[in-house]
């Protein structure tokens, strides 16, 4: 397995040697808290990091699948494409933001903001989300299963919201809605996938009341 | 409603944008602040040189100035300990001289590059006093028995280096590294700012109603220097603590009082206090062993620590003050 060491080699020489490798397993010590560490990746590697890592840690992610062994700093997996990321501790703001597909698994907490602007990733938080999380979400599935903070949801458009926990108040637009049996088999199934001990039945449904798509004729008045 | 929702969107094109990557980098990481308050008092030594590692990591968040606010050596109560600083070259031993001769008390000077720290059988009011009439060309940086702060333009490579952080000893410190966004870049516009005896204040972030609220502070009678929102926070809390306020209470209070984003760290003579805005905007990260507590805008400056692969690493919830060794 290749190995880099980040107290030696540079985040830009692991980047480009990430960006040039078609497969392979890879291992990284001593990220220190880093920034960009494993971002940019359009190739199916294997990539471990060992320690925590700093803002936008497996960024713009395409096919990989990376393994942070401790926490991560704001906005990890930001834009992720396709692939895993998984973060054995807690995640900093905007986890997963804007991520089109993949999967992200979060073991530990995440912070505010986790999944904001997302547009198909999955995302799924063994532990409990920050305020403003799913704001402005548009696709795909945040899975949290302890509790959310305050405004979940906010303006979201057809992404999908489960919590096991307790949830703040909803963001606007956000209401809990019909859990059917397809959305516990599919929600089954991705804690499967993903390996988080949780089961699907104890989830609450959380998504658009579509208000805010269209403007109010009622309100033109006031403007 | 609709107004609500473009209310929402404006909040996140402040906290995170679709423009491009590099810009979204450069808009958010204005300054960086760190903190340390060490329990294991054999580290006390070492104070300075970790300040400095974990100062020069946030060199990136804030290339124009840096500051640290450092606590050690605290003198008797018949005695105060002040910060001066020289905008020009200042002859301090004549300075020792003429302040032991007209205030009749025992002074020991010692210079650190534009700094020097004085200590004097009087009090510290009596002092300022004196300092302001016969010596309005130097500025007052700290005022207390064992705080002392240094701050000045520059990388904080080269402050580390010209302020000669590695001899300090001490019990718990504040640093900052300052990324100008809305005054001068000048050491007067640098971290810390005093907010009393023994006081200090770092901000990472801006403040939207600074004007309005210098305004109301010079009506309460709290002199503030120039144009830096920062020194509005450290004002607000000096007014607040003035009236009565608990420094729990007197953040509690900035709370509702200060709007824009922040994140606070405040020194105080026994430890030190984090603050974050409503929203959280600015990012801070807290670390604790059982031979120190540590903040920090960012992990890899806490990461410089001896002993972080075994400490309990946490980010501090918004809106909620913590505190240690108060």
């Known amino acids: 397995m290749k190995a880099f060491d980040l107290n030696t080699d540079s985040v830009r020489e692991l980047n480009q040697y990430l960006h040039d490798s078609p497969s392979g397993k890879l291992s990284v010590t001593n990220p220190a808290g880093r920034h960009c560490i494993a971002c940019g990746i359009d190739n ?67 912070s505010a903001r986790c999944g904001i602007s997302m547009k198909g990733v999955d995302i799924v938080v063994a532990g ?25 949801g906010d303006s979201i458009y057809e992404a999908c919201i489960y919590v096991r926990g307790k949830v703040g108040e909803l963001g606007a637009d956000c209401i809990e809605k019909e859990m059917t049996a397809a959305h516990v088999h599919g929600l089954e199934d991705l804690l499967v996938a993903t390996g988080v001990a949780a089961n699907a039945d104890d989830f609450r449904r959380y998504g658009s009341a579509r208000k805010l798509y269209n403007f109010d004729i009622d309100h033109a008045d006031d403007y | 409603m609709p107004v609500r929702k473009i209310s929402l969107i404006v909040v996140y094109m402040g906290v995170h944008c679709k423009i491009p990557f590099g810009t979204v980098t450069a808009g958010r990481i204005m300054c960086g602040i760190v903190g ?22 946030m060199s990136d968040r804030g290339p124009d100035s840096a500051g640290i606010a450092l606590y050690r050596d605290p003198v008797p109560d018949s005695s105060c300990k002040l910060t001066l600083h020289a905008a020009n070259r200042c002859d301090w031993d004549a300075l020792r001289t003429e302040m032991a001769a007209n205030l009749q008390a025992d002074v020991k000077l010692d210079v650190r590059a534009s700094h020097a720290v004085v200590v004097i059988a009087a009090s510290a009011a009596s002092v300022q006093d004196w300092l302001g009439t016969q010596h309005p060309e130097l500025r007052i940086m700290s005022a207390g028995s064992a705080i002392e702060i240094y701050k000045e333009k520059g990388l904080p490579v080269e402050f580390v280096r010209q302020f000669r952080l590695s001899e300090l000893n001490g019990t ?25 005896m023994d006081l200090c204040l770092v901000h990472n972030g801006s403040l939207s109603n600074h004007n309005r609220l210098r305004r109301r502070l010079r009506d309460e009678g709290v002199d503030i220097q120039t144009d830096n929102d920062s020194e509005v926070a450290a004002g607000y809390l000096m007014w607040r603590l003035r009236e009565g306020d608990s420094l729990e209470e007197a953040l509690e209070r900035a709370l509702k009082d200060l709007d824009g ?11 030190f206090a984090v603050l974050r805005d409503p929203i959280a905007c600015k990012p801070a990260v807290m670390a604790e062993t059982d031979d120190w507590v540590a903040m920090a805008s960012e992990f890899r400056a806490i990461a410089q620590l001896p002993g972080v692969e075994n400490a309990m690493i946490w980010e501090p919830s918004p809106a909620t003050v913590y505190s240690w060794g108060q």
Not at chain 1, 145 to 151: M, S, V
Not at chain 2, 45 to 56: C, D, I, R
């Open chain 1, 44 to 110: 199916a590697v294997e990539v471990s990091i060992d320690g925590h890592v700093g803002y936008y840690c497996a960024g713009m992610n395409k096919t990989a699948q990376i393994t942070i062994g401790g926490n991560a700093g704001p906005g990890v997996a930001e834009n992720i494409m396709s692939g895993s990321v998984r973060i054995k501790g807690n995640a900093s703001q905007s986890a997963g933001a804007s991520g089109r597909g993949g999967t992200l698994i979060i073991e530990g907490d995440a």
């Open chain 1, 128 to 152: 409990s989300v920050g305020h403003l999380s799913a704001f402005m979400a548009q696709k795909g599935r945040l899975v949290v299963c302890g509790d959310a903070g305050d405004f979940l």
């Open chain 2, 36 to 57: 340390i308050y060490l329990k294991n008092e054999g580290l006390q030594p070492e104070l300075g040189g970790l300040l400095a590692a974990m100062l020069v990591e």
């Open chain 2, 172 to 196: 718990h410190a504040l640093g900052h590294t300052r990324m100008a966004t809305e005054s001068a870049v000048t050491t007067e516009h640098s971290h810390p700012f005093s907010t009393g």
């Open chain 2, 261 to 271: 984003f922040y994140t606070f760290a405040i020194g105080t003579k026994h430890g």
